[in-house]
């Protein structure tokens, strides 16, 4: 999803982080092609090719349905594969990595992380190689501080003891067009704010989570342990914290059929065929919040 809001809003957004993702429309609106050649490819189930993938993105800034691709050009982008992840393989990161660098972004590819199929964390989560809920990772490495430092530049370094800043809950159907479940959005999602911030204006980092690590699989445990919030503290970043959630097809209050058992965000088309453009359900839900924050300390 990161890679989706950063290609759509490429004038926008400076960069992206990404943990175990792909390339930009791997999935071509296809579930069969997103789970077999987008996360364990190989001969019967190949990678979109680097040139298919292109034409692709050239085809829709030409409809302006993206922006155009020149703004990828020095993007900053950080981008993490670990050694123990058995669910996604390597060459999915590394062609994300290439897709990139053919528009010529400053990528870094971290893959020496003996790190399961999650995110990774200095202390907290379960152990390093393990791939399971809540899928956090303690790996004694700090992909948020590392991520947010090549996003970012140089940081301060974090203080020491609990985060300073303030925790918030919104109504996210207030940007999803009057109900967020009818994308498959939480209710409620997260806003973290560094005191600092309620005075001046400061950097807005979004924080993806992943499948089945929304706040209605795992609580708060993604928001308050990533790792973004110390150094969002000690560097004036607002961190957004969008929430995914499961649907299993119908759900009381919505009127469509969501197939998304799993909470992931939708990067395989199962809120429409434009799921991966700027008219996308749940990218004008998020950019819609990146505004809000931008109206006013």
């Not at 189930?45 to 349905?65: C, H, K, V, W």
């Not at 062609?95 to 972004?105: E, K, V």
């Amino acid at each position: 999803m990161a890679v989706q809001v950063h290609v759509a809003h490429a004038a926008t957004v400076k960069g992206a982080g990404v943990i175990a993702g792909g390339p930009y429309y791997c999935a071509q609106g296809n579930l069969r092609i997103a789970y077999e050649n987008c996360l364990q490819p190989g001969a019967s189930a190949p990678l979109p090719s680097l040139e298919r993938l292109r034409e692709a993105i050239e085809t829709l800034a030409e409809d302006r349905a993206i922006d155009p691709p020149a703004h990828l050009r020095q993007a900053r982008v950080w981008l993490f594969h670990g050694r123990n992840d058995g669910t996604v393989a390597a060459p999915v990161v590394q062609r994300l990595r290439a897709l990139y660098a053919s528009y010529g972004a400053d990528v870094a590819l971290v893959e020496d992380v003996p790190a399961g199929h999650g995110m990774p964390t200095a202390r907290a989560g379960n152990a390093c190689a393990t791939s399971d809920s809540p899928f956090l990772n303690a790996c004694g490495f700090d992909a948020a501080g590392a991520l947010l430092g090549h996003l970012l530049g140089p940081l301060q370094a974090p203080a020491a003891g609990p985060p300073r800043g303030r925790l918030e809950r919104f109504d996210q159907s207030l940007y999803a067009g009057g109900s967020a479940p009818a994308v498959s959005l939480d209710e409620e999602g997260f806003v973290y704010v560094p005191e600092v911030c309620r005075s001046r204006r400061c950097e807005v980092h979004v924080a993806f989570h992943g499948c089945r690590q929304g706040a209605g699989d795992i609580g708060e445990r993604f928001v308050r342990e990533a790792g973004y919030n110390p150094w969002a503290d000690a560097n004036g970043i607002v961190v957004l914290y969008p929430q995914a959630i499961a649907r299993r097809g119908v759900r009381l209050g919505t009127w469509n059929f969501v197939w998304n058992p799993r909470g992931c965000w939708d990067w395989w088309g199962y809120t429409g065929a434009q799921y991966h453009t700027k008219r996308a359900a749940q990218i004008r839900a998020v950019m819609a919040m990146v505004r809000r924050l931008a109206d006013a300390p």
